[in-house]
């Protein structure tokens, strides 16, 4: 079974910059779609970007295209997700999640295919 652990959030002001890791054991060789996401209080679940941990071909959120970079660490089975400009609304828990077997398609976005979650991690912003 994979699992996932994340790290790294923590409280920040407007225009800072986090660096959230997740660390994916018992990974399957080469094929997996590795997203972050997150959830604000009120809100519903919201995809990030994705990876796939096999090559590279990084998706995003337009919305966050251009402030937030996800990268990965293959051989210390890691994925990052680098933060900049941060602002309130980005407040919230951060999950990674990792749909095995599979590479990252145009359907990563969608939460329900990931088959294996961390337990999140509080990022916070303030004015």
């Known amino acids: 079974q994979v699992q996932l652990q994340e790290s790294g959030g923590g409280s920040v002001q407007t225009g800072g910059s986090l660096r959230l890791s997740c660390r994916v054991s018992r990974l399957f060789s080469g094929s997996n779609c590795v997203g972050w996401f997150r959830k604000a209080p009120g809100k519903d679940r919201e995809p990030v970007a994705a990876i796939w941990t096999g090559g590279s071909s990084p998706s995003y959120i337009d919305s966050l295209r251009g402030r937030f970079t996800i990268s990965q660490d293959s051989a210390k089975s890691m994925v990052f997700l680098q933060m900049n400009n941060l602002k309130p609304e980005d407040t919230g828990v951060y999950y990674c999640?990792?749909?095995?077997?599979?590479?990252?398609?145009?359907?990563?976005?969608?939460?329900?295919?990931?088959?294996?979650w961390g337990q999140g991690t509080q990022v916070t912003v303030s004015s």
């Open positions: 999640a990792a749909d095995t077997g599979r590479k990252c398609d145009s359907y990563w976005s969608v939460w329900t295919r990931y088959n294996a």
